[in-house]
């Protein structure tokens, strides 16, 4: 072989700068692909695509006008959303809703004590932000907050009366002496180094102010200080007792689901390891108790518990008659939430039993350690499609004449001051788009969940 045959021919041309990255073509990615490919792919998806755009176009340009462009904002009665009044064609009566707004909220409850109520949203709203909050500092102290505290809070201040009164003052009085007790440990180390010694004082002079007391003892202060300034907020107007008969509005149906949220979960995991369990008896009166409650419609559980019950007991221990369908709503969503939780429970494999034991776990701490964290974690789904059935559910209890949001809606429809046409088309879009944020707010929020408890099994 010569020289010249092993010798490579020279390039013409040779690229040295990289070219830029040039976008996909339109049919692979971008707008258009999406259409074809989910709207577009094949014949049956055409005829639905071409239905859904037949049904869009016939019916929000008319939503639209009739709730936005026609709509009444502003009145104070009837003639504001009348057309023969206002001389043109009207549509939603958003000015009902304005003007009957504090009543959907409060129900009849009484004006000069709604501070009460707004008190108990306070406090909800804080305590969920504590909880959903994933960086919140003091998350224990939020747990006890929301699901110790802020009940009690609440039964204490909506309701009332003297012995509400005499329980608040009793806890500002005991803040206030375990204020001045505080004080004197804090300023006057003698008296701390004389009782407890000196080592105990250079231990406890170390920590910050408000690192002094742990544990049950901080949960207790914290406790004694909520319900010290309740009562500093109700010392001068009082707490006179309003009956439960003139709670209504969002402040009922938010009372309903709270409480079917908190303690349906508990219960049914509860009824979940009873069904599991080895015990006869007790898996017997777990199975016993979920089927019966999840072969009745809620319906039938709220008629029970407030006609029936009441036939059972003296009239003088009759529970009330809100806590009645309290209670039924309660035990009726932690029946169905025992079989969510059970689903959960039979999808952990057996090797995370094992290993457990093979720790030296007992039953309790590798459930409560193992194997429920895991279990709750595949069901976070199920247990809030449960708890957005039981919030739409609570629509249920104005058959038993309970006053909650929805009803209080259907109250007004009857009001000749806001009798027009539109009136009660109106009602029911205001309690629509109520009941849409709650559950829309509450899948949201089980979707951000979900993504990051799964951020580290991604593979």
């Given at each position: 072989?010569?020289?010249?045959?092993?010798?490579?021919?020279?390039?013409?041309?040779?690229?040295?700068?990289?070219?830029?990255?040039?976008?996909?073509?339109?049919?692979?990615?971008?707008?258009?692909?999406?259409?074809?490919?989910?709207?577009?792919?094949?014949?049956?998806?055409?005829?639905?695509?071409?239905?859904?755009?037949?049904?869009?176009?016939?019916?929000?340009?008319?939503?639209?006008?009739?709730?936005?462009?026609?709509?009444?904002?502003?009145?104070?009665?009837?003639?504001?959303?009348?057309?023969?009044?206002?001389?043109?064609?009207?549509?939603?009566?958003?000015?009902?809703?304005?003007?009957?707004?504090?009543?959907?909220?409060?129900?009849?409850?009484?004006?000069?004590?709604?501070?009460?109520?707004?008190?108990?949203?306070?406090?909800?709203?804080?305590?969920?932000?504590?909880?959903?909050?994933?960086?919140?500092?003091?998350?224990?102290?939020?747990?006890?907050?929301?699901?110790?505290?802020?009940?009690?809070?609440?039964?204490?201040?909506?309701?009332?009366?003297?012995?509400?009164?005499?329980?608040?003052?009793?806890?500002?009085?005991?803040?206030?002496?375990?204020?001045?007790?505080?004080?004197?440990?804090?300023?006057?180390?003698q008296l701390v180094r004389f009782y407890i010694g000196g080592a105990a004082?250079?231990?406890?002079?170390?920590?910050?102010?408000?690192?002094?007391?742990?544990?049950?003892?901080?949960?207790?202060?914290?406790?004694?200080?909520?319900?010290?300034?309740?009562?500093?907020?109700?010392?001068?107007?009082?707490?006179?007792?309003?009956?439960?008969?003139l709670w209504g509005g969002m402040t009922v149906t938010f009372l309903i689901?709270?409480?079917?949220?908190?303690?349906?979960?508990?219960?049914?995991?509860?009824?979940?390891?009873?069904?599991?369990?080895?015990?006869?008896?007790?898996?017997?009166?777990?199975?016993?108790?979920?089927?019966?409650?999840?072969?009745?419609?809620?319906?039938?559980?709220?008629?029970?518990?407030?006609?029936?019950?009441?036939?059972?007991?003296?009239?003088?221990?009759?529970?009330?008659?809100?806590?009645?369908?309290?209670?039924?709503?309660?035990?009726?969503?932690?029946?169905?939430?025992?079989?969510?939780?059970?689903?959960?429970?039979?999808?952990?494999?057996?090797?995370?039993?094992?290993?457990?034991?093979?720790?030296?776990?007992?039953?309790?701490?590798?459930?409560?350690?193992?194997?429920?964290?895991?279990?709750?974690?595949?069901?976070?789904?199920?247990?809030?499609?449960?708890?957005?059935?039981?919030?739409?559910?609570?629509?249920?209890?104005?058959?038993?004449?309970?006053?909650?949001?929805?009803?209080?809606?259907?109250?007004?429809?009857?009001?000749?001051?806001?009798?027009?046409?539109?009136?009660?088309?109106?009602?029911?879009?205001?309690?629509?788009?109520?009941?849409?944020?709650?559950?829309?707010?509450?899948?949201?929020?089980?979707?951000?969940?979900?993504?990051?408890?799964?951020?580290?099994?991604?593979?």
């Amino acid at each position: 072989m010569t020289d010249a045959t092993t010798e490579m021919a020279p390039y013409a041309f040779v690229r040295k700068e990289t070219l830029e990255q040039q976008p996909a073509p339109l049919s692979v990615a971008g707008p258009l692909a999406w259409v074809r490919q989910h709207l577009l792919s094949s014949p049956l998806n055409i005829a639905l695509t071409l239905l859904g755009l037949y049904l869009v176009i016939d019916t929000v340009p008319g939503l639209v006008r009739f709730y936005f462009l026609d709509a009444v904002w502003s009145g104070t009665s009837r003639d504001a959303c009348l057309a023969e009044k206002v001389g043109r064609p009207v549509g939603a009566c958003w000015a009902y809703i304005a003007d009957r707004f504090q009543y959907f909220i409060y129900g009849s409850y009484p004006i000069a004590q709604r501070w009460r109520v707004n008190i108990v949203f306070a406090m909800f709203a804080l305590g969920v932000a504590w909880l959903l909050w994933t960086n919140a500092p003091k998350k224990k102290l939020g747990i006890f907050f929301f699901f110790v505290l802020m009940p009690i809070s609440a039964y204490v201040l909506l309701l009332g009366g003297p012995g509400a009164e005499r329980f608040l003052s009793f806890c500002l009085t005991l803040t206030l002496a375990l204020a001045a007790l505080y004080v004197i440990l804090s300023f006057v180390p003698q008296l701390v180094r004389f009782y407890i010694g000196g080592a105990a004082l250079a231990v406890v002079e170390q920590l910050p102010v408000w690192k002094r007391f742990f544990g049950p003892k901080q949960l207790v202060l914290f406790a004694l200080v909520v319900f010290g300034f309740l009562s500093l907020l109700a010392g001068s107007p009082g707490l006179p007792r309003v009956d439960t008969g003139l709670w209504g509005g969002m402040t009922v149906t938010f009372l309903i689901a709270a409480v079917g949220i908190v303690f349906s979960l508990p219960l049914g995991v509860v009824l979940a390891l009873g069904r599991r369990s080895k015990l006869p008896i007790i898996q017997l009166l777990s199975v016993i108790f979920i089927e019966f409650v999840r072969g009745v419609p809620l319906i039938t559980v709220l008629f029970m518990a407030n006609t029936m019950l009441p036939l059972f007991v003296p009239q003088e221990y009759s529970p009330d008659r809100l806590l009645r369908p309290l209670v039924g709503v309660a035990l009726f969503a932690a029946a169905y939430m025992a079989e969510v939780v059970r689903g959960g429970l039979q999808a952990m494999p057996k090797g995370q039993y094992e290993g457990a034991m093979s720790l030296g776990l007992g039953y309790w701490s590798m459930m409560r350690l193992i194997v429920l964290p895991q279990a709750l974690r595949i069901v976070i789904p199920g247990i809030v499609n449960t708890f957005i059935g039981l919030f739409k559910d609570t629509t249920l209890v104005t058959i038993v004449g309970i006053f909650d949001f929805l009803r209080t809606i259907e109250a007004t429809l009857v009001d000749p001051t806001w009798a027009t046409p539109t009136t009660r088309a109106t009602g029911y879009a205001f309690a629509a788009v109520f009941y849409f944020l709650c559950c829309w707010g509450m899948s949201r929020y089980s979707i951000a969940v979900e993504k990051r408890l799964a951020a580290g099994q991604k593979r």
